[in-house]
């Protein structure tokens, strides 16, 4: 009513043959799909793109298959935290933490009582040196027979025997008979004694108070308990297994005469709350300590301003949301659960750069969106983990406005095929060339096809470094920043320069990284050495990995061989490639290398970024002699002959040897041989290039162009 109609007419054709009828329904099919995939009209498939209102991201758990494993959490927020206990009701709440307070959760597990002591100083002494040993190392606070006691215990940890261990390292300690005084360092367990049921937080406190007062160590313990009944108890004794927890209640009844000591029933979930001093304070702070029991427990912990709660094992992150903290395989598990679309928001922000084009970044949403739906609840209790496992995720604090506004712009928008939901495989950098599925899994994927891609951005603006030799032999890369041309060359032609710094670190390959590639040699300030040659700072687009040494290649390849080689490795060839130039196959010593798919080359060789890749042998090098006559020398022969200028001949004997090409290009020689890995390209290969990415929406390209030039002939739906 009072609204413009539009009707879509086709014809006409006069009579109504049936030659004419199948002709205007074919028509009419056609002009139907074009205006759906215009996005007027959803396809019929769309209807099973599956809805999230709320994602579960995994930030510590072991599913067995899937083992990132924490034994404990510490948790906070700048208004506080509501800690509640979760249930099939939905949440109840417990307690609330004061502002920036922080707040330590584990399971209630096995753990190592090393001292007790009214020395506060003197606990904080020796759980120093407990955590040089790397022990987990705590100090509980209590208060007993009316004065301060100081407990220190290690743990958590989830068998009796692993707590057994620790206790048996802390003894290396040789003063800690000294230091705990007739105290006997001793297992603790799971297993507890109820010193009575309260319906009120306080009257429990008030039991708790009155045992400690006797000498004992009682705690209060949060009950998932239902309407009307007893939500508090005391729990006393801590056994590692029934003989213990049996004696421990005829001492405590020694103790306390008259004590009613009830079983805790195996299925009960509780949550005990305890005081531990903060490691980080020198006036006496605390922190609260809660400790799970149950198989069912879950415990839900939301910041009090409804913002971000901080996680700090997990690099301090702040997390939207709640985190979730539960019993899984007897390990903790810590969930954070979120909106779907506030979670893609983060994503986006985790991959991509505030910097990169609108159209990247939407792109990204999409494929991010695509993928999360596709996987399902994938590991047990939450969705996905927060690694690019699955894909990155780093929490609230890098999230960017520009990041919202992608994931805002393709709300609901997936990526679909005629089967469903696609797999949108993404990465970093295909290094020219995307990668036909065959290439990495070896099975066919229709929509997953090798096409041109613009990844050259990713090395610009990268700083050039320098391949150098000192006259000591010693070879490797230095960045340009810190070598200066002195205007000299050797007799070679070859330019002679010096270091502009003091300690600055020469590496095998030209990039910083101090654990994979870390610092060969360093050279101080007027160290003089010869250039000769010269490589971009390896970056996701084209890199440099090694030298390897041959025995060390040699017993990775023998993992993947059907024939492990005996003697030396004297060759390393590429034997196949894919269609977008990626290694699919590989032999040494003329055997062939057989590894689970062509992608786990890139693992099998100290993980390399891609497997585009070429192989440079140090060892091995042809020389065309004066009568033509072609020689292919591999480090396992005997040595070259050199001639002088002054036409006087002797054996290059060396373990280095420095060879000049017909192009003038020089190549370093090693006698001993090694093996360098040169290549383009960071990640699988399969789908989108995120650096692709930028490139096409520099090029002026939208989102949805960018989505199906990677996916080949699929469909993008909003659900």
């Known amino acids: 009513m009072g609204k413009h109609r539009y009707q879509l007419h086709l014809g006409g054709w006069g009579k109504s043959t049936q030659k004419v009828r199948y002709k205007a329904s074919l028509l009419l099919l056609m002009s139907c799909t074009m205006w759906m995939l215009a996005g007027h009209i959803a396809p019929a498939y769309a209807a099973a793109v599956p809805k999230l209102d709320l994602i579960r991201i995994a930030l510590f758990i072991d599913t067995g298959k899937y083992s990132a ?63 040089d040993l790397k022990l987990d190392a705590s100090i509980s606070v209590r208060t007993k027979l009316g004065k301060p006691a100081y407990q220190l215990e290690l743990g958590p940890y989830t068998t009796k025997e692993l707590a057994a261990s620790a206790l048996t390292k802390a003894k290396t300690i040789a003063d800690l008979t000294a230091v705990s005084k007739g105290f ?25 108070a009155v045992l400690g007062q006797a000498g004992l160590d009682a705690d209060v313990a949060y009950l998932d308990a239902v309407a009307g009944a007893p939500a508090f108890a005391v729990l006393v004794a801590a056994g590692s297994d029934t003989a213990e927890l049996n004696a421990a209640k005829q001492q405590l009844g020694t103790l306390v005469p008259g004590i ?78 979120l909106p779907f679309e506030q979670y893609l928001v983060s994503v986006v922000s985790s991959e991509l750069s505030k910097e990169w084009p609108l159209e990247a970044l939407k792109a990204q949403a999409v494929a991010a969106r695509t993928f999360a ?9 939450a969705h996905l983990t927060d690694t690019t496992l699955d894909q990155a995720y780093k929490g609230a604090g890098a999230e960017f406005a520009t ?29 020219g060339m995307t990668a036909e599925s065959t290439e990495v899994w070896g099975n066919k994927v ?10 050259e951005g990713a090395e610009k603006g990268k700083a050039v470094w320098y391949r150098i030799v000192l006259p000591n032999g010693n070879s490797g890369y230095i960045h340009s920043s810190y070598a200066r041309d002195t205007g000299q060359k050797n007799p070679a032609g070859l330019p002679y320069y010096e270091s502009t710094g003091t300690d600055i670190a020469v590496r095998p390959a030209p990039y910083v990284d101090n654990t994979a590639n ?30 390897y040494d041959a025995d060390k290649i040699k017993e990775k390849v023998n993992t993947v061989m059907k024939k492990p080689i005996t003697g030396a490795l004297d060759r390393l060839e590429v034997k196949g490639r894919g269609a977008s130039g990626r290694v699919i196959e590989m032999t040494a010593n003329g055997q062939l290398l057989e590894p689970d798919y062509p992608d786990a080359l890139r693992t099998l060789f100290n993980g390399l970024p891609s497997t585009r890749f070429e192989i440079e042998e140090t060892g091995r090098y042809t020389v065309l002699g004066a009568d033509s006559v072609v ?89």
Do not use: C
């Open 373 to 381: 739906l596709k996987q399902g609840v994938k590991y047990q209790i």
């Open 184 to 208: 006997t360092a001793a297992v603790n367990g799971p297993l507890h004694w109820s010193a009575g049921s309260y319906s009120t937080e306080a009257e429990a406190q008030a039991q708790a």
């Open 518 to 547: 870390p610092a060969a040699f360093k050279v101080n300030i007027g160290d003089r050495f010869v250039v000769f040659d010269q490589a971009v700072e390896s970056n996701a687009y084209s890199w440099i990995r090694g030298p």
């Open 631 to 719: 020689r292919n020398q591999s480090a396992s022969m005997p040595n070259v002959t050199v001639i002088g200028g002054t036409g006087s001949a002797k054996p290059a004997a060396e373990s280095q040897l420095f060879v000049l090409s017909g192009d003038n290009k020089v190549r370093l020689t090693n006698k001993t041989s090694q093996y360098v890995f040169k290549g383009t390209g960071n990640g699988h290969g399969l789908g989108m290039s995120q650096w692709g990415a930028k490139g096409y929406a520099e090029l002026g390209y939208d989102y949805k162009k960018i989505l199906q030039t990677y996916y080949v002939g699929v469909s993008i739906i909003k659900e």
């Open 446 to 455: 229709n929509y997953l096809k090798s096409v041109a891609t613009p990844d």
């Open 69 to 131: 494993p924490t034994p404990d959490v510490t948790l906070s927020a700048d208004k506080g935290l509501d800690v509640s206990l979760r249930n099939a009701a939905g949440l109840k709440p417990l307690f609330a933490t004061s502002d920036k307070s922080l707040l330590r959760v584990e399971l209630d597990s096995y753990s190592v009582m090393v001292l007790e002591t009214p020395d506060a100083n003197q606990a904080r002494a020796l759980a120093k040196k407990l955590t």
């Open 403 to 431: 990041a919202s506004q992608a994931v805002m712009a393709t709300q609901g928008e997936v990526i679909m095929e005629q089967a469903g939901l696609i797999s949108p495989l993404f990465y970093s950098n295909a290094g």
């Open 260 to 337: 009613s000591l009830q079983p805790v029933d195996a299925g009960l979930t509780y949550v005990i709350k305890r005081t531990l001093a903060d490691p980080s304070s020198t006036t006496g702070g605390t922190i609260q300590q809660l400790l799970l029991g149950g198989t069912g427990v879950k415990l839900a912990v939301t910041s009090k301003s409804a913002e971000t709660v901080t996680v700090l094992e997990r690099s301090e992150r702040a997390y939207r949301g709640l985190i979730e903290l539960s019993r899984l395989n007897n390990k903790l598990a810590v969930i954070n659960e």
